[in-house]
Nanobody
């Protein structure tokens, strides 16, 4: 069993920044691929409605959605079993619940149904 806990969400004005954190338990965290997804307001709470935002592989390869490239940065600290999502130049359309996911296969991205564990999510609200 892997525990996944997100933190760092909140309310911010457009143009502002937030840093999300995701702590995952397990002695083999360094082998996990980690992903950030989001679910916009009004979307059904199903995995298929979650939009990929960013991912980082076990060896540091990163992937980003086109909508966040140049604004968001994903990183990991294996000593702390934590992955981060630095979000800059936030826009109202970034408003969503942000979820962290664990891939035992170590990839920077896999389809949502292939992730092994998910956190409960953290709300990010960007006001205009």
């Amino acid at each position: 069993q892997v525990q996944v806990v997100e933190s760092g969400g909140g309310l911010v004005q457009a143009g502002g920044s937030l840093r999300l954190s995701c702590a995952a338990s397990g002695r083999t965290f360094s082998r996990y691929g980690m992903g950030w997804f989001r679910q916009a307001p009004g979307k059904e709470r199903e995995l298929k409605e979650r939009e990929f935002v960013a991912g980082i592989s076990w060896n540091g390869r990163t992937d980003y959605a086109d909508s966040v490239k140049g604004r968001f940065t994903i990183s990991r600290d294996n000593a702390k079993n934590t992955v981060y999502l630095q979000m800059n130049s936030l826009k109202p359309e970034d408003t969503a619940v942000y979820y962290c996911a664990v891939d035992f296969g170590g990839s920077s991205y896999v389809p949502t149904h292939e992730y092994d564990y998910w956190g409960q999510g953290t709300q990010v609200t960007v006001s205009s």
